[in-house]
């Protein structure tokens, strides 16, 4: 003890008694670099991250409202250290977990009441949770129907409510689910909630979902481009008609794709050779055909097996003949076809008018049927105007035959010269026709689509139609799409149970969004999470799984967490 109340620690050197005037000078001061190294405190940049995640957001991986109340309740269990009071969560603590997890919803959303109470009338219960006051307060009803609770729409765990509702209800619609969530909660922007929720449901999508669809494609080239007449011909069967002798027969149309006349022959079977024998018919009275388009019938395909069987090279010499060529439209698509669809159904119609039940002979229905084709000959095309300075509509039967002439000439003389003036007259008849058709009626076909769709993918699951009903549709997977000359894809084909098929968007019902934005990003997030807690938690897995580098998990303190036994 004295030596160390003798010690300089408490006066320091001797001369700092004397007066300053006689302290030693010294112009430098010797400085121990090591010793300064190792006083030195270096800056290190720990993190410049901020975590701005909401409490609810923690729960985004809890798929149930229930379960995620259960949680907050075993929470707060545990806070009160009664762990293991009773096995089960009691109606209080669940009540209690609901209303603080409510609570924390609203505290994360509605942070400025000031703008909130410009659009709703909100008070405070004695549970401190915003409810929105209605005109309904001096009835005799729940206090939660006479004051709903204040939720957002947009949280993730409302979200959770809603579609736990949704399933409690029996997949039930929109409206109703509405109604239902209106008796306790005012959840905001609850309609496209509701539409969403219903939309996205998997089992309501098998049940109540609608198929793909595509924009209208444009005409193709057999259409618009200034040809013949027939040499571009749609073809399809209409019947079968009961003829007078319980004997039944069907009409074959052929119909002009580009100026759409149309023109009938009556057959008495569905057979090739039956079809192969109107097909000559027709050639002998209207021309030769380039093109044909035709649905996937039996009697249709087997003659375009019996065309590809014939050497159109061995014909083209002797003949000069060039094939005809076949095109039919894919299976279980009948709109493609809608341009012969649509004369079959005015044929019918006209026939159900004239005939009613009568029944014909043979000859009889073929004179119905000419008659019929002059009638649908002579539709118009364009626009007919009650002006009688206008021209006269344009009509099929004028590209078949020109305009109608009451004059009859003189048999007896024929004048060279008067036969070459009508001949050119006849050819800028013609011409002059053809100019009206692109003005007046090829101009008139615009587009009428301005809805975006959803487009079909590689990998979609699906429902595929089919006759059955839709609860036994088969399921379906996308392995190719088919695009058009356009850009946009309306055919696939689909791999199903039985084996792999070509369909149209129109007969693919799909089952899940594979361009939704909120699914792709939260399934994103579920697999990286997956990623960091298969490294971080499994440190005995082979390198192929954790990419070779050894995880220990340690304590803030640098200590190794020792795993328990149950996981090792």
Sequence with gaps: MKTLMD?????????????????????????????????????????????????????????????????????????????????????????????????????????????????????????????????????????????????????????????????????????????????????????????????????????????????????????????????????????????????????????????????????????????????????????????????????????????????????????????????????????????????IRVLKEMLRRILGRQRLTWVELDTVLCDCEAVINSRPLTYVSTCTDDLRPLTPMLFLHGLPSNDTSDLDYVDNMNLNVRYKYLQKLREDFRVRFRKEYLALLTARWKEKTIEMKKGDIVLVETDAKRLFWPLGLIMEVVTGADGVTRLARVKTQKGETLRPCQRLYPLEISNDSDLLQRAEVTIEDEKLSVSSDSPDLPSSVTGGAKVTKTTRCGRNVKLPARYL
């Design 7 to 343: 010690s300089h620690w408490w006066d320091g050197p001797a001369w700092l008694l004397s007066d300053q005037e006689l302290w030693p000078q010294s112009n430098h001061i010797a400085v121990d670099e090591n010793a300064v190294s190792i006083e030195a405190k270096k800056e290190v940049l720990v993190n410049t991250n901020v975590d701005t995640e909401h409490f609810s957001e923690k729960l985004l991986y809890f798929s149930k409202y229930s379960r995620i109340v259960r949680v907050v309740a075993w929470i707060f269990r545990w806070r009160r250290r009664r762990m293991f009071s009773i096995a089960y969560i009691s109606n209080d603590e669940f009540e209690e977990a609901e209303n603080i997890l409510i609570k924390l919803i609203q505290g994360e959303h509605y942070v400025n009441r000031t703008k909130l109470n410009k659009k709703l009338c909100i008070h405070l219960d004695s549970n401190s949770i915003m409810r929105v006051k209605t005109r309904l307060g001096l009835g005799n009803y729940d206090k939660d129907f006479s004051s709903p609770i204040l939720l957002p729409g947009k949280n993730v765990i409302v979200r959770r409510l809603v579609e736990e509702k949704h399933i409690y209800l029996k997949h039930i619609g929109s409206h109703t689910l509405m109604s239902e969530l209106r008796n306790r909660f005012w959840i905001t922007s609850v309609r496209w909630l509701c539409k969403d929720i219903v939309k996205k449901c998997i089992i309501c999508r098998r049940q109540k979902g609608l198929h793909y669809d595509t924009p209208e494609t444009p005409l193709p080239l057999e259409r618009i481009q200034g040809t013949a007449a027939f040499q571009m011909t749609g073809i399809d069967l209409a019947g079968p008609l009961y003829l007078r002798n319980q004997e039944k027969c069907w009409v074959v149309l052929f119909t002009c794709a580009t100026f759409r006349a149309v023109h009938f022959e009556m057959v008495d079977s569905l057979s090739t050779n039956s079809f192969i024998m109107s097909l000559r018919r027709f050639i002998a009275r209207r021309g030769r055909i380039d093109v044909i388009f035709t649905d996937n019938g039996t009697n249709f395909r087997g003659t375009a097996n019996l065309l590809k069987d014939i050497n159109w090279q061995e014909v083209e010499s002797v003949t000069a003949v060039h094939a005809i060529k076949w095109r039919f439209i894919p299976p279980r698509t009948p709109w493609w076809g809608g341009w012969w669809e649509r004369l």
